[in-house]
């Protein structure tokens, strides 16, 4: 993947110098020497890394932190500073900023900081593209649902899961599926390595499980496996739907 970047420096030397080592490593790079051509650009433009010198022509890193925050633009910033700025290094950070390079920028720095910044926002960008995945069907009736990671811990659930499983929401983040103890875990823990393992969705209908309380329930259980582009992250929704029995089926019982 290549990932574009913008240098905001009223120095051409800086400019040249940082954009052509960014360039040898694929980046895609783009260059602005004032405040008003970077408000432009980034107008224009969905930047994945900004690279902004503390004052570029009256515009401080604070004003660039703010413009990408209005425009809700999921991009780190890192800022350049004078050697030994660690005021203005501090005030940086304070306000948001990813990172703080000193001048003059070594390459190795640079490419350290660039990796790490560019790796944080495509894990920002998964962060919330699983998080609209799961919102867009928490307005579904009676659907449980559950995103895991690859070793099935809980990354989010909805209010209904607490309503049909019992599971508190604020408690379940971090937690291990197995470790909730719940009478049906193994099934939806089989469901969701199959789902994982396979590369796609799995259904299991009429299952019967009990809730904390003693409260029998007849489910049905769908596990999606879910992967964040570029990292090779896996993960799954799983989703529990409350059903009414139907007579004359075999359900699996837990």
């Known amino acids: 993947m290549s990932y574009h970047v913008l240098i905001v420096d009223n120095e051409e030397s800086v400019r040249f ?4 080592f960014l360039r040898n490593e694929g980046f895609r790079v783009a260059t602005a020497a004032t405040c008003e051509a970077a408000v432009k650009m980034i107008a224009e433009h969905a930047f994945d890394l900004i690279i902004a010198d503390i004052l570029p022509e009256g515009c401080t890193a604070g004003d660039i932190l703010g413009l990408v925050e209005r425009r809700k633009r999921n991009c780190p910033v890192m800022v350049i500073t004078e050697g030994h700025a660690g005021e203005s290094d501090e005030e940086a950070l304070r306000l948001g900023a990813f990172d703080c ?7 190795d720095d640079l490419l350290e900081a660039a990796g790490a910044a560019v790796k944080y926002k495509t894990l920002m960008d998964g ?3 699983r998080k609209a995945d799961i919102e867009a069907g928490f307005g579904s009736a009676g659907e449980a649902l559950f995103f895991v990671d690859q070793d099935c811990r809980i990354i989010e659930i909805n209010r209904a899961a607490e309503r049909i499983c019992g599971i508190a929401c604020e408690a379940a983040g971090g937690k291990s599926l ?3 103890g719940l009478k049906c875990t193994p099934h939806c823990l089989g469901l969701l390595d199959k789902a994982m393992a396979r590369g796609k969705t799995v259904e299991a209908r009429q299952v019967h499980c009990r809730r904390p309380g003693g409260r029998k329930l007849v489910v049905t259980l769908t596990a999606s496996p879910m992967r964040d582009a570029g990292l090779g992250y896996k993960g799954a929704l799983l989703t ?7 007579f004359g089926l075999s359900p699996v019982d837990y």
């Open 17 to 20: 110098t940082l954009g052509g």
């Open 101 to 107: 390079l000193v001048k003059p920028v070594l390459r």
């Open 127 to 129: 962060k919330n593209a």
């Open 178 to 180: 197995a470790g909730l």
């Open 240 to 246: 529990v739907r409350e059903e009414i029995r139907l």
